[in-house]
């Protein structure tokens, strides 16, 4: 239609013709059915309770795990049907190992659920776990380079450790992952109990931009990275102090670096991603 440039007011919506495309919909979209469900999580195998917990998720989950001894697989933990975790019980350690996340990864929606199952599995009497941040998404008041980016930890309770090369992951940054998830059930478990608890989550600077979690649990949605190494020096101390927190510093031995084509851990990730999913039985 024409419309008259010198009017005072625009012509009624109805009077402008428009394909039906172009309409607005005020009405919001629906999420999809995977989207709404809470899916169940399931543990197999030996799983001991009220032992100190050490949780290794994602690709520092994976580096970590290359240069650690952690003996046979004990046990998995599935969500929604999908492999998850994987459970070590290192004869040199009181400490549970859980290995998770490494070629599957969680979305919003069951990351809270998980981490209630595996407090409420395992009972930890103390919680450390080993992540990464993204030093791209990372608020400071200066630009640090990849180089120079700092390991950061966030706890419930003040930590035994005195390093230089360990900062705290300061506000107003935040954290969506699951041992996030981990460390804030174990808090407020600690705020309605008589009992200490404490949880402490080390982060090994990631140069990669932050990565949005999946709306749905899919396997072989977060692949083995190789894109990503850490010196062997700071994957020693991050070693040491995810025992030290935990209070099982003098008996640790020591992390070894690993060629990564060697890694157990890396060719179950590949079966997983294969959809050969099943308990395992691997040595690393």
């Not at 009624?12 to 919909?25: G, L, M, N, Q, V």
């Not at 650690?68 to 350690?93: A, E, N």
């Amino acid at each position: 239609m024409d419309v008259d440039p010198l009017a005072d007011t625009a012509p009624p919506r109805h009077a402008i013709e428009s394909d039906d495309e172009d309409e607005y919909d005020p009405s919001p979209s629906q999420p999809k059915p995977d989207q709404l469900s809470v899916p169940d999580v399931k543990f197999t195998g030996n799983f001991p309770t009220k032992s100190p917990l050490l949780l290794a998720s994602g690709i520092a989950g994976e580096a970590w795990a290359r240069g650690t001894d952690l003996g046979q697989q004990q046990g998995g933990i599935y969500v929604g049907g999908s492999q998850v975790g994987l459970l070590f019980l290192p004869s040199w350690t009181r400490a549970v190992v859980v290995v998770s996340e490494t070629f599957t990864r969680l979305p919003l929606s069951a990351m809270n659920r998980f981490a209630t199952a595996v407090i409420d599995r395992l009972q930890p009497t103390s919680f450390s776990a080993l992540d990464t941040y993204s030093i791209q998404g990372y608020i400071s008041p200066r630009v640090i380079p990849w180089d120079e980016a700092p390991v950061r930890y966030l706890s419930t309770n003040a930590i035994p450790i005195s390093n230089p090369e360990l900062e705290p992951f300061a506000p107003p940054n935040l954290l969506q992952s699951t041992t996030a998830s981990v460390v804030t059930k174990i808090f407020w478990k600690s705020l309605q109990s008589t009992e200490s608890y404490v949880a402490t989550l080390f982060l090994l600077p990631s140069p990669k931009l932050p990565v949005q979690p999946p709306t749905a649990i899919k396997p072989s949605s977060f692949p083995p990275s190789e894109n990503v190494q850490w010196s062997k020096k700071t994957m020693q101390k991050v070693h040491r102090w995810l025992f030290d927190v935990i209070g099982e510093g003098e008996s640790v031995v020591q992390w070894v670096e690993k060629i990564s084509g060697s890694s157990e851990l890396q060719t179950a990730n590949k079966r997983l991603a294969r959809g050969e999913i099943g308990e395992g039985g691997m040595y690393i």
